[in-house]
């Protein structure tokens, strides 16, 4: 099975879940922590957001691939056709 998250994806959870890890310990839990809460919220959802995206568009690209090969049957069935009225 293909992997869910790509590197890139990856690479920003972790950097992202490490900078809020730092400020957790340099800011302690005062009113500065709300916003990074708030990045860091912010970062996964538009990681789900991508990831959604690239879901929905490869339904559309099977979907495509689905209507050309029909389209292409139709095509050759339509040629052979007139081949034979020949």
Avoid: P, W, Y
């Avoid at 005062?30 to 991508?50: A, Q, R, W, Y």
């Avoid at 691939?65 to 029909?70: A, F, S, W």
């Amino acid at each position: 099975m293909k992997n869910k998250f790509g590197l890139g994806n990856i690479i920003i959870i972790s950097l992202t879940f490490i900078v809020f890890l730092i400020a957790l310990f340099l800011k302690g839990f005062t009113h500065d922590i709300l916003l990074e809460i708030g990045v860091l919220l912010v970062s996964i959802k538009l990681i789900i957001m991508n990831h959604k995206t690239s879901l929905v568009n490869q339904a559309l690209l099977d979907k495509m691939n689905e209507i050309k090969k029909v389209v292409d049957e139709l095509k050759s069935d339509n040629d052979q056709s007139r081949s034979n009225k020949k």
